[in-house]
């Protein structure tokens, strides 16, 4: 079944074209990782897909309904289907932990706060943060205010999860922790599409690699098809500089 | 006239500056989140208007606009009002002059905010009121709590400014009394009751602002 539909997307800022005609399917269950050299696009292609940003032309579909910017009730209905982890958390500095989780649930989603708390628990215990339950934001490392941020996406039980270089903004020996916590989620086989510059975690954790450069998405496949037998001189390129 | 007589005279004029400080702040704290977002309106007719409003309260003095609220229902439309609305002219003066500076420093506060604050939320569902109000605003009242206390502060001694269409709050007494009995010790008392009603005002925004320290 598919999830996500972009077709033919454009998306201009001033005079700079950033998203070319781009068209992408994510199937059920499937995991992608969106690769490629910053300013390619591939942050914005997100941000378009997690109707952050409106595209200037094309359309994009969520299990077969199409986003209508102008409807109200569609929008509301959509935002439902999926959820997005920022490169910088974005939590609310002022809710506790548990509050951060809670908190749609019972003000968004009409939950009772006892459900809306039980649900926060034990996403939070799953994501190995139990005892953090009552710290905020501001009293814990990069890597477990990035569990969070999962935690908080999570509980809302959206149907597709996007993350945004979800380690970039941290330090290199926190990246494993919040990696490893993705990498579970992709065996419970969690929707997942992942903007990343984590090559060797794209290639474990993806089940199709896209390769993004200058607004287009240059090349597209398996790990093994996209790092392997790569075809296009530009991905080379790319992986080459990366180390890969 | 003994001390205890002078003091029991200021006393009364205190309380009718608490009631200035008090209702002023009760207007002012909420028309100047109001102003405020007419200030950021994207309409640009709506926020020049605004932008004009702030310009002119915090341009001219306060105690101009004290008379003109006074006199102006005379001197414009002939209304002769009836002796209460000196007092309530006063509210109403300081409400618009203080609501003006409010907006600004509110307008600061909800600029200086994060965009990805707005993002997140709106990702997670909350509706714009939801937003401002859960997300946004306890967020930037924390920041603006010191700029807030400044306000408050200065509002304590211009309550003093009633006097210039003849509140008889704490200023207004001091100043009969002194001429009546051609001394200092009514000013310097009225300067003291002014000190202490300031520094119950600064501990207790000290301590609002404690309170909001649990989070970074």
């Known amino acids: 079944m598919i999830l996500l539909e972009m077709k033919n997307i454009q998306k201009q800022f001033d005079d700079l074209q950033v998203i070319k005609d781009i068209s992408l399917n994510v199937k059920e269950g499937e995991v992608v990782a969106i690769i490629g050299p910053s300013g390619s696009g591939k942050s914005t ?200 | 006239m003994n001390l205890s007589v002078l003091l ?29 977002f007419g200030r950021m309106a994207k309409h640009r007719v709506i926020r020049t208007i605004f932008k004009i409003y702030i310009s002119i309260m915090r341009g001219t003095p306060l105690m101009l606009q004290l008379m003109v609220v006074y006199f102006g229902p005379y001197y414009l439309f002939g209304l002769s009002l009836p002796r209460g609305y000196r007092f309530w002219a006063v509210i109403v003066g300081f409400g618009l002059n203080y609501a003006a500076y409010f907006a600004e420093i509110y307008r600061g506060g909800i600029e200086s905010m994060p965009m990805g604050q707005y993002e997140a939320a709106k990702l997670l569902g909350y509706g714009k009121a939801q937003t401002f109000f859960r997300i946004i605003l306890p967020q930037v009242i924390k920041r603006i709590i010191p700029a807030i206390t400044n306000e408050v502060i200065t509002l304590v001694k211009d309550t003093s400014l009633a006097f210039v269409i003849s509140v008889t709050e704490m200023f207004t007494v001091a100043k009969a009394l002194a001429s009546a009995q051609a001394n200092m010790i009514p000013y310097v008392s009225a300067g003291v009751f002014y000190y202490l009603f300031n520094f119950v005002v600064a501990t207790t925004m000290e301590k609002i602002e404690k309170k909001l320290s649990y989070y970074r």
């Open chain 1, 45 to 244: 292609l997100l941000r378009c897909a997690t109707l952050l940003e409106n595209i200037d032309s094309g359309e994009i579909s969520y299990l077969g309904e199409r986003v209508d910017y102008e409807d109200h009730e569609n929008l509301k209905k959509i935002h439902r289907y999926f959820g997005l982890v920022f490169q910088n958390f974005n939590l609310f500095p002022h809710f506790s932990v548990l509050k951060n989780v809670a908190d749609p649930l019972i003000h968004v989603q009409k939950m009772n706060k006892v459900k809306a708390h039980d649900i926060a628990k034990q996403v939070l215990d799953k994501m190995g943060l139990k005892e953090k339950e009552l710290a905020y934001p501001f009293q814990l490392s990069g890597g477990q205010q990035q569990r969070v941020s999962i935690s908080r996406a999570l509980a809302l039980n959206p149907k597709i999860l996007f993350f945004d270089e979800p380690t970039s903004a941290l330090d290199p020996e926190l990246t494993g922790e919040v990696l490893r916590v993705i990498k579970d989620l992709a065996k419970e086989n969690m929707t997942m599409v992942i903007v990343t510059h984590e090559m060797l975690f794209a290639k474990e954790v993806a089940d199709r690699i896209i390769f993004m450069d200058q607004g287009v998405i240059v090349e597209e496949g398996t790990p093994q098809e996209v790092f392997e037998e790569t075809k296009q001189v530009r991905t080379k390129a790319f992986i080459r500089q990366v180390g890969q």
């Open chain 2, 8 to 36: 029991s005279e200021l006393g009364r004029g205190m309380l009718v500056s608490i009631e200035i400080f008090v209702l002023t702040l009760m207007i002012s704290l909420p028309l100047g989140l109001v102003i405020a």
